[in-house]
Each structure stands twice: as C-alpha cells, then as structure tokens.
C-alpha cells in the first residue's frame, strides 16, 4: 500500500530553521509531482509547496516564498522541506503526499515556532 513517513519536525524559536524530510513507499515516484501541504489547529490542510517529477518546477504558497525550499531524490523516493526563517504562523503538522493528493496520508510531523 502507499504510504509516506514524515519526519524532521520540532520546536524551533522564531527565525530559526528546521529540514523535513518524507520517504515514500510503493508506488510509481518517479512518475508523480509531490507537494508538502500543512494543518494547524482548527484549520484545513493546506499545500505548502510542490515540485514536479523530475525537479525541474516548483511552486509555493505565498506565505512561504522565499523561505521554504522543496526538493526531491528519485534515487531514493525522499521529498524534503528546507524551511527558514520560520515564524510562528508556519506552527502545524506537515504532511508530504502527491501533489494531486492520494487518500494516503501518513502521521505528518510537528513543528512549532515560538516566539
């Protein structure tokens, strides 16, 4: 079954900087653009940022641009999420998944940025 496994999330104070990472198993990577996408409390889940199959476009939300960098290893099915400059409204659970999402989504990881 599909299935990704978030991790690299944590606290960090306001400015600072955190890596995401997402393995993806069992299924055609090569073949799908993928995204990370985030909940805060209350909140939908949201995309983040999206790269296509090969790495060679990527888009982001605005609140983000300029600070995050989405990038992607089709050797080994990873798809990471270099954030800086982290403010407390990036605080949520980020989730990494097709950038046409499939049902499969796995736990996410936590970040929290404090003031």
């Known amino acids: 079954q599909v299935h990704f496994v978030e991790s690299g999330g944590g606290v960090v104070q306001s400015g600072g900087s955190l890596r995401l990472s997402c393995a993806a198993y069992n299924f055609g990577f090569i073949n799908a653009g993928m995204a990370w996408y985030r909940q805060a409390p209350g909140k939908e889940r949201d995309l983040v940022a999206q790269?296509?199959?090969?790495?060679?476009?990527?888009n982001y939300a605005d609140s983000v641009k300029g600070r995050f960098t989405i990038s992607r290893d089709n050797t080994e099915k990873m798809v990471y999420l270099e954030m800086n400059n982290l403010k407390p409204e990036d605080t949520a659970v980020y989730y990494c998944n097709e950038d046409m999402p499939t049902p499969y989504w796995g736990q996410g990881t936590q970040v929290t940025v404090s003031l």
């Open positions: 790269i296509s199959n090969f790495g060679f476009s990527t």
